[in-house]
Nanobody, 121 residues
Framework: QVHLVESGGGLVQPGGSLRLSCAAS????????MGWYRQAPGKQRELVAT???????HYADSVKGRFTISRDNAKNSVYLQMNSLKPEDTAVYYC???????????????WGQGTQVTVSS
C-alpha cells in the first residue's frame, strides 16, 4: 500500500524554473535512496538525480549546475528544483524511492505516477 505522488509539473519557457515534489505515504518502515527519472517521447527512461538518506547526491551530467535534489526525511518527501530549463528537459518526470514497507523484510523500488514538464516558447 505504499504510494508515491508527484506534483509541480507544468509548462514553462526556456530559462524558467519549476520545483517538483514527491511524497511517500502508507505504512513505511524506512526509505533509503530516493531519486528522479525522466522519460521524453520516444526515448528510454533516464536517471536525473538521486539522493541518499544521508543527503549524498548524484546528478546526470546534463542537469548538473541547473537542478538540485533534496529531501525531507521527516516528511518522506523528495524534491527537485529545476532552474535554467531547456527544451530538451521536456519529459515526464518520475519519483523513485527504495522503501521498506512496515512489517516486511525487504526493500523494493517504488515509482510515482509521473508529472509532465514541458519547456517551450
Amino acid at each position: 500500500q505504499v504510494h508515491l505522488v508527484e506534483s509541480g509539473g507544468g509548462l514553462v519557457q526556456p530559462g524558467g524554473s519549476l520545483r517538483l515534489s514527491c511524497a511517500a505515504s502508507g505504512s513505511i518502515s524506512s526509505i533509503n535512496t530516493m531519486g528522479w527519472y525522466r522519460q521524453a517521447p520516444g526515448k528510454q527512461r533516464e536517471l536525473v538525480a538521486t539522493i541518499t538518506r544521508g543527503a549524498n547526491t548524484h546528478y546526470a551530467d546534463s542537469v548538473k549546475g541547473r537542478f538540485t535534489i533534496s529531501r525531507d526525511n521527516a516528511k518522506n518527501s523528495v524534491y527537485l528544483q529545476m532552474n535554467s530549463l531547456k527544451p530538451e528537459d521536456t519529459a515526464v518526470y518520475y519519483c523513485n524511492a527504495n522503501i521498506r514497507p512496515a512489517s516486511t523484510w525487504n526493500f523494493q523500488i517504488y515509482w510515482g505516477q509521473g508529472t509532465q514538464v514541458t519547456v517551450s516558447s
